[in-house]
């Protein structure tokens, strides 16, 4: 395997994903390779990871509170999912955060964006300031 990739734990990585395109380029038993894959599963197996958003809120309009309230259900509305579960805690006033726990970072990071984009679109809306 370290002939054929940069690194033999790159291509056990790439056999959680793509077996075939290892296993064609090396020649390896059929017996070995679903014992390989068993102890590959068991031994790589990918651990969740958390994203987390901080930013800030403000409104000083006559709806304060439930404008940020209002816009931080709204971006909970609008990026539900199963996969993606977002979690919106206030740490301290004005700071808040959205995290999420996932095994895609790369939708996730997307996710996380998107409902940031609609909290500033919400509060703006409603007089307040987003940061």
């Keep these: 395997m370290y002939d054929k990739f940069d690194h033999a734990y790159d291509a056990l990585k790439l056999c959680l ?9 090396v020649t390896i038993p059929e017996d070995h390779k679903v014992q390989l894959m068993k102890n590959i599963k068991k031994k790589l197996a990918a651990a969740p990871i958390k994203i987390r958003a ?3 809120l403000q409104c000083y309009t006559y709806e304060g509170i439930e404008a940020i ?3 931080l259900l709204e ?3 609008q990026t539900y999912d199963e996969q993606f579960q977002l979690i ?10 959205v995290e999420v726990v996932t ?12 409902a940031m984009s609609i ?13």
Excluded: C
């Design 54 to 56: 901080t930013f800030d």
């Design 119 to 131: 909290i500033e679109k919400e509060i703006k809306a409603r007089g307040g300031i987003y940061k």
């Design 88 to 97: 919106f805690q206030m740490i301290a006033p004005p700071e808040y955060k």
């Design 75 to 77: 971006a909970k509305r």
């Design 103 to 114: 095994l895609d970072k790369n939708a996730a990071t997307e996710r996380i964006e998107k």
């Design 17 to 25: 994903t793509d077996p075939e395109v290892v296993y064609g380029r």
């Design 69 to 71: 309230k209002e816009s």
